[in-house]
């Protein structure tokens, strides 16, 4: 429990000049007006006032603040008002007192419509002074710490608004400490099952944690030590709320998050922190793509630090953050630290170029009537890693930030992302792949007929939409899996002048799936078209005797087979069939199938000499089937003189080829002579053809081959 002379003590720690006088009438009128009142806990309500005075003096505030937070409930409480709060205390504490309790009343009527009202009132007290929201984070900060004592619904209503609303002002301050208090006990109230299954396991671990940790921070110290580093090396455990979120995020189990430590490493100065990191990615490799240098482009809310990932010595993902003493005050005391240096001059946020957020939160403040409106404008600056969109109807949807349109497809609905073809951002036709920007409104334009595409796994960023099109591709694979297993059965059974409707319609096909241990025929075609097993393995019972095929009559057969036989080529779709990197076979090319186990159907030329290696069981006739839509990639090297120019002329005859260069490269020798490979997409052979006479045809050309390997 806190007693008024534990709020004197911490002050006088970092205000020595501070007026206790005046601090000690505001405890007596503070105690003699909550006399006799008792909060819903049981205990005296002074108690309240007392431990929201402390955590000011925890925050480094001024004696105003502190005088402010003892007085802060009443006159909302109690007969007393603020004239008479002017009249003892004077107008720059009133001012405090009243901005607190103008708030509060508006808490009380708690309805959606209301919380938007409630955040208006703060950002106009902030305006007037930040003070007001500072004092009032303390008072939610202790609220929040005596919640059980409040009904269920309560709970959840109050731990709600401090997960919307305070816990990203706190951020947005920078004061850190609280953001993570707060989003903790709210979180106990939200999802009380998983709260508590996050902190078991974490307690549980703890031992196993600890000896890591400190495996770490001696590999880490070692390190910087050998360069003459002095450093602060710490790890920990991360906040039970940010562990919850990721799990949301990332939608995995908790066992699944691998980086449930983080790591600080605090030096001297800015240059050190530079080094420092370095010498830390010569010890451990860096993640690519991780490295976020917050010290020369600081966030909004002052933080500054740079952060790594790299893999640790257990081959775990390891969080660090490199930053200096001066920085690391300020990511945890935010505003606050700033603050201390202020004592006695009244902080104007208008005059602070550091807190340009505020300021044009205060400008939005005044231009946005609707309050609702304004909450949603509020909301996107308070999450900058968050981008939030608009609908054709005006809804908002809040997206991570790179989010892009065939996320909001699947943000929205399922079918949505789907069916989508495209979609149009401010009225405007835009590639899918486009990232959204917060504001804007966001249109998707479906086809009933189209499907998902591989390649959109490759920008999309919401799980949501990753896992949806990769159930889509596992669906569409199987699908095709069936359907090249039953033909594959089906010719293997013509061979033998057996029919595979008949097996189906007598039910042999359902026993032969249960002797395999399938549940359906289709498991038992998709196990075959997928080349778990072959055909023939397949129907080895069904089959009377393995026949012994002479060489001559398996030329007949072959020659006699048409090609309305084969397995039909469609084109590249990156699902079962795939073509084969060794020869890169394109539509016009003689082309052998090959069921690789597990893999499905591996298309390579005929003359491959790869495929003729490979097991003739799992050897198939597949053929192309006409299609124009698709485009195959084909990489051609070229090699003539090192002349000016040769480059841009093959170039001109692809193009008028009417091939797409997907890139090209230019290697020259001393011996002036050069050499070019150029990736082209062929639409068929003939055209293929054409292209590399024509380049023949160039004066300084001496050679152009087709290259057969991927190399
Ligand atoms: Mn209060």
């Keep these: 429990m806190i007693r008024f002379n534990d709020i004197v003590e911490e002050i006088l720690k970092y205000n020595p000049q501070a007026d206790v006088d005046l601090l000690e009438r505001a405890y007596v009128l503070s105690a003699k007006v909550h006399r006799g009142t008792v909060r819903l806990s049981g205990e005296p309500y002074l108690i309240h006032p007392l431990e929201v005075a402390y955590m000011l003096t925890k925050m480094n505030l001024d004696v105003p603040s502190v005088v402010s937070g003892l007085l802060h409930d009443t006159v909302e409480d109690s007969y007393l008002t603020i004239e008479e709060i002017k009249e003892y205390f004077g107008p720059e504490i009133a001012g405090l007192v009243d901005g607190v309790t103008k708030i509060s009343r508006i808490e009380e009527q708690s309805s959606e419509e209301s919380r938007a009202e409630t955040l208006r009132k703060m950002i106009l007290a902030m305006s007037k002074d930040i003070r007001v929201i500072l004092i009032k984070l303390a008072d939610r900060y202790h609220n929040m710490e005596t919640l059980q004592f409040l009904s269920p619904e309560k709970q959840i209503e109050i731990a709600r608004e401090t997960l919307d609303i305070y816990a990203p002002i706190a951020h947005r301050l920078g004061i850190e400490w609280i953001k993570g208090d707060l989003e903790d006990l709210a979180f106990k109230y939200i999802d009380s099952a998983e709260y508590k299954t996050i902190r078991e396991s974490i307690a549980k671990r703890k031992k196993e944690r600890d000896s890591y940790i400190s495996e770490v921070k001696e590999l880490l110290k070692n390190r910087l030590a050998e360069f003459n580093l002095k450093a602060e090396i710490s790890g920990r455990a991360k906040r039970l709320y940010s562990i919850y979120r990721k799990m949301l995020q990332e939608e995995l189990a908790l066992d699944e998050i691998s980086d449930i430590t983080a790591f600080r490493v605090i030096v001297g100065s800015v240059k050190e922190c530079y080094e420092a990191l370095g010498y830390i990615h010569a010890l451990f490799k860096p993640i690519p793509g991780k490295f976020k240098d917050y010290i020369a482009l600081p966030k909004a809310n002052m933080y500054q630090s740079l952060h790594t990932a790299v893999i640790g010595p257990r081959g775990e993902k390891i969080e660090i953050q490199i930053r200096t003493p001066e920085m690391h005050k300020i990511s945890e005391e935010g505003i606050a630290a700033h603050w201390k240096y202020k004592e006695g001059s009244v902080f104007n946020p208008k005059e602070d170029k550091i807190f340009g957020w505020l300021r044009r939160v205060i400008e939005w403040q005044k231009e946005l009537k609707d309050s609702k409106e304004f909450l949603e404008i509020f909301k996107i600056d308070l999450f900058p890693d968050e981008v939030y969109v608009f609908t054709p109807k005006g809804d908002v949807r809040e997206l991570p930030k790179g989010a892009t349109t065939v996320d909001f497809a699947y943000a929205i609905h399922s079918e949505l992302g789907q069916r989508c073809v495209g979609a149009k951002v401010n009225g405007k036709l835009v590639p899918l792949r486009t990232p959204l920007q917060s504001g804007d409104t966001v249109e998707v334009l479906t086809n009933p007929t189209h499907k998902p595409s591989k390649d959109w796994l490759k920008f999309v960023v919401t799980s949501k939409a990753k896992t949806k099109i990769r159930q889509w591709i596992k669906e569409e694979q199987r699908g095709r899996s069936i359907e090249l297993g039953r033909t594959l059965i089906d010719k293997e059974l013509a061979k033998h002048g057996l029919s595979l409707s008949k097996m189906v319609k007598s039910g042999e096909l359902q026993t032969l799936a249960k002797e395999f241990s399938f549940e359906t025929t289709d498991d038992l075609f998709a196990s075959v078209g997928y080349g778990l097993y072959t055909a023939l393995q397949v ?137 070019s490979i150029f990736e082209i997409e062929i639409v068929n052979a003939s055209q293929l053809q054409k292209i590399v006479k024509s380049i023949q045809k160039i004066k300084e050309v001496r050679s152009v081959e087709r290259m057969r390997s991927s190399a």
């Design 539 to 675: 129907l080895g019972k069904v089959i009377p005797e393995p026949e012994k095929v002479s060489r001559i009559s398996k030329i007949i057969s072959s020659i006699k087979k048409s090609r309305d036989d084969a397995v039909k080529i469609k084109g590249i779709d990156g699902l079962v069939v795939r073509f084969a990197r060794c020869c890169n076979p394109i539509p016009g090319d003689t082309i052998l199938g090959f069921i690789s186990r597990g893999r499905g159907l591996t298309v390579h030329l005929a003359d491959c000499p790869n495929v003729h290696a490979y097991d003739d069981q799992r050897k198939i006739e597949v053929s192309w089937q006409d299609n124009k839509e698709y485009a195959y990639p084909v990489k051609l090297r070229v090699q003539g003189g090192d002349k000016k120019g040769l480059l841009s002329e093959v170039t001109n005859v692809i193009t008028a080829g009417k091939a797409n260069i997907l890139n090209a490269q230019v290697m020259t020798y001393p011996d002036r002579t050069a050499t």
